[in-house]
């Protein structure tokens, strides 16, 4: 099974500050990544799905790169409604696994 | 617009039964696979099980294959989460999400949630 490891576990920013999320992959999964935004009590939302696409009304401070094992979500530009939990998630396979998620706190 | 709502949640004790449903609109449900996806408290997401858009096909987490069967009735706009042999470990916020793509077989994302059901696994 493909495990996806995100990094850092939490993260502490300020509004405006630039964030940076990581994600590996124990094997190649070409670019078949999503990102998922989660805020307390409410379902996930996609952010990005084929590692850069922006899904339609996502806010374009959000961009994401990387390709086979090594991803990156960026925020250029953190924003109050920002703070929440971000998932990365490899649908290559029939598994869909996910990260164990970064948390954005206020710093 | 469309909408998921998942319904059938609620406490059971360790090795009973449970079915989820989860009512799908605003779209063409029947074109859609769907998939269902889990939170345990305070934990991050896990995959489930999904079912193809024409009930063609179904994949399972190997956490729960063997006990738990997705099935969908188009005729109704619903799918539904059979679980068997519940163990406490189940016990999780359920969510049901539509497969990103229409009419297809290949893996892809999920683009709609449901507000997701809360099932709790307890003597």
């Known amino acids: 099974d493909i495990q996806m490891t995100q990094s850092p576990s939490t993260l502490s920013a300020s509004v405006g500050d630039r964030v940076t999320i990581s994600c590996r992959a124990s094997q190649n999964i070409r670019t078949w990544l999503a990102w998922y935004q989660q805020k307390p009590g409410k379902a996930p939302n996609v952010l990005i799905y084929?590692?850069?696409n922006l899904e339609s009304g996502v806010p374009s401070r959000f961009s994401g790169s990387g390709s086979g094992t090594e991803f990156t979500l960026t925020i250029s530009s953190l924003q109050p409604d920002d703070f929440a939990t971000y998932y990365c998630?490899?649908?290559?396979?029939?598994?869909?696994?996910f990260g164990q998620g970064t948390k954005v706190e206020i710093k | 617009q469309v909408q998921l709502v998942e319904s059938g949640g609620g406490v059971v004790q360790p090795g009973r039964s449970l079915r989820l449903s989860c009512t799908a609109s605003g779209f063409t449900f029947s074109n859609y696979g769907m998939h269902w996806v889990r939170q345990a408290p305070g934990k991050g997401l896990e995959w489930v099980a999904v079912?193809?858009?024409?009930?063609?096909?179904?994949f399972y987490a190997d956490s729960v294959k063997g006990r738990f069967t997705i099935s969908r009735d188009n005729s109704k706009n619903t799918q539904y989460l059979q679980m068997n042999s519940l163990r406490a470990e189940d016990t999780a916020v359920y969510y049901c999400a539509r497969h990103a793509i229409a009419v297809a077989d290949v893996p892809y994302y999920f683009d709609y949630w449901g507000q997701g059901i809360l099932v709790t696994v307890s003597s």
């Open positions: 084929q590692v850069s």
């Open positions: 079912i193809w858009y024409d009930g063609s096909n179904e």
């Open positions: 998630q490899e649908y290559s396979s029939y598994s869909w696994t």
